[in-house]
């Protein structure tokens, strides 16, 4: 051992290992000298609740049964590995700025499974001004937007469909949840909050801006936590990019997946054709290619695939151009295929009114268990679904695909439940689709039904 060492005595215990580190607080702010108790210190922005992430986690640990703790991180001597530190917590209340190189790494880290978590203590604007400036920054082209009720962060945990707020005035109100996020994937790499949650964790308030009660603040924290853990392997997953091998070959006369792009996040499971087309080409006589044309609705060349696939989590419209193109390529022998990934209600309700608007004269109907869809390649009775589809609509095994024929033939086939993840074969803690291998043979079964149709 390297000297100088204290040896312990027999009858000593040993000290337990220190449990590992899961949220860096960022230093952050410039020095400043005050005087408190009539003693001089120096105090920095980040300070203002200093126990904040500490008294957080050990309020989780008890209540999750886990045991992890909170560093100090400086961004200028910090590895920016998600491995070493799978979250940032960058709090405080005044303006801030990062430099170029900090910039390009968190953005690295992110990208790589980290998440960063901002919050502007006592709902400070100054703060919130620099935050959403510095995400525009590090991640351009996308901007933080409003998390919906519906997202996995508000019942991780705690089911939290409201936030109790808390004025300075000392009037409270129960509202919407004020969470934003930048979304990577299936997974948010970075969440915000515009008001304050660090004080409520700190188990304090003043009477100056805006912030969410003690007790529900801390239940949030509880939900990030449980979400930051159930994400992060996914997030290191999604960091690694399948490559399609035969992008460049030329097409000819072989089976090219093509996958819609639209307004919303249309990509949000990137290895989930490949992996599919993989699925297919091994477990049938298909001959398709490792090749995903990305096209948009007005491209000509979008009419020249069999298959068009669209999947996303949020909101999206299509404009009456756009309609036009999609009624003219299924009336003329196209199919859509469509999932709700994750099976997000917002995404369920846009697609719904918006193939309603293509197709006026039709709708979405349920296929019965007897279609020829189920039974084409693959003999699909049953299918098994996530826990979260088992927990939210009971104990079903039946395939609940609908669809839109026209002329007898199936130009729409659309899932609520989600498809993509499975097509992944990597766990999605909070998904509601179908387990991997029923998603994969349902999706054999679409292939084999759009060629030989």
Known sequence: MPLPVTPLRRSEKKRPPSPPALIGKVALGAPKWITRDGKRTMYRDWMTDPADIDTLLKWTNQKLGINYRSIETDLAKFSYDPLELPALLIAGHNHFEFADEIREALARYVADGGLILGDACCGWNDFTESFRREMDLIFPGRPLRKMLPEEPVFSSYYKLNSFTYKKGDGSESTEAPCLESIDFGCRSGVIFSPC???????????????????????QVGANLVTYLLGTFQLGRFLSTTKRYHEQEAPSRDDFV????????????DPSAVHNLLKHARDNSTLEVKFKRQEVELTDPQAATYPIL?????????????????????????????????????????????????????????????????YHCHNDINQVEYTPRVREDYGPFDTPELEGVAIDGRLAVIYSKFDLGNGWEQFPHAYSYGLKDEDALNIGTNILVCAVTH
């Open 257 to 268: 997946f093509a996958q819609l792009k639209h307004e919303g996040d249309w990509d949000p």
């Open 196 to 218: 304050d949650l660090t004080c409520g964790w700190d188990g304090h308030e003043h009477p100056r801006g805006t912030r969410v009660v003690i007790d529900q603040a801390r």
């Open 309 to 373: 696939y669209m999947t996303g989590h949020h909101e999206f419209y299509w404009n009456d151009e756009e309609v036009a193109h999609l009624r003219r390529y299924l009336t003329a022998g196209g199919m859509l295929v469509a999932d709700a990934c994750c099976g997000r209600v917002a995404f369920d309700a846009a697609f719904r009114r918006e193939i309603a608007k293509v197709l006026p004269d039709s709708r979405l109907d349920r296929l019965p268990g007897d279609h020829p869809l």
